[in-house]
């Protein structure tokens, strides 16, 4: 059997891939290694930053599949009338929670650790309330759980390694 590039870079394996930098950041800040131009919790801060601004853009591209009542497949959503969100406001929520990652960049170390874990919480909230798993492949909704779960794990033991 062959693997082609193809097959590597699906979906799943590019979510996995993305936490590389957090274990890589957090075992370099657990070791006491630093970097010449940057210390490895602003290295971690910055990609944790970066990272939650694509996921909120995503937050409003799903708020447009859900307002026009589009998938990626191309198929209607059948939504509960109470749970359908309009893309004015996933527009807003994308942009509080970018507008929050580039906060955190600017606030002391423990503040911003503690604001993105707290945004991506948020984000992953915001798309169960919003059903904005439904029309995605399959394993896409626990994938998002794990890797979440995982990034604010990361989070919660980078807070716990500064302030030793």
């Not at 600017?106 to 911003?112: C, D, H, R, V």
Request: charged letters at 5%.
């Amino acid at each position: 059997m062959t693997i082609t590039m193809t097959d590597f870079f699906n979906w799943p394996s590019l979510g996995y891939l993305g936490l590389i930098p957090f274990v890589f950041t957090l075992i370099l800040t657990s070791v006491g290694i630093t970097l010449p131009a940057i210390s490895p919790v602003q290295l971690f801060i910055a990609y944790s930053a970066c990272i939650l601004s694509f996921l909120a853009g995503t937050l409003w591209l799903n708020g447009e599949a859900i307002t026009t009542g589009a998938t990626a497949q191309g198929k209607t959503q059948e939504l509960a009338t109470g749970n359908q969100v309009t893309n004015k406001s996933a527009s807003i929520f994308s942009n509080v929670i970018t507008l929050l990652a580039f906060a955190c960049l600017l606030l002391p170390t423990p503040i911003a650790i503690g604001g993105l874990a707290i945004g991506f919480c948020l984000l992953l909230v915001l798309e169960f309330k919003w059903q904005l798993f439904t029309g995605k492949p399959a394993g896409y909704k626990m994938l998002r759980v794990v890797l979440t779960a995982v990034v604010v794990s990361c989070h919660v033991a980078m807070f716990g390694l500064i302030g030793r």
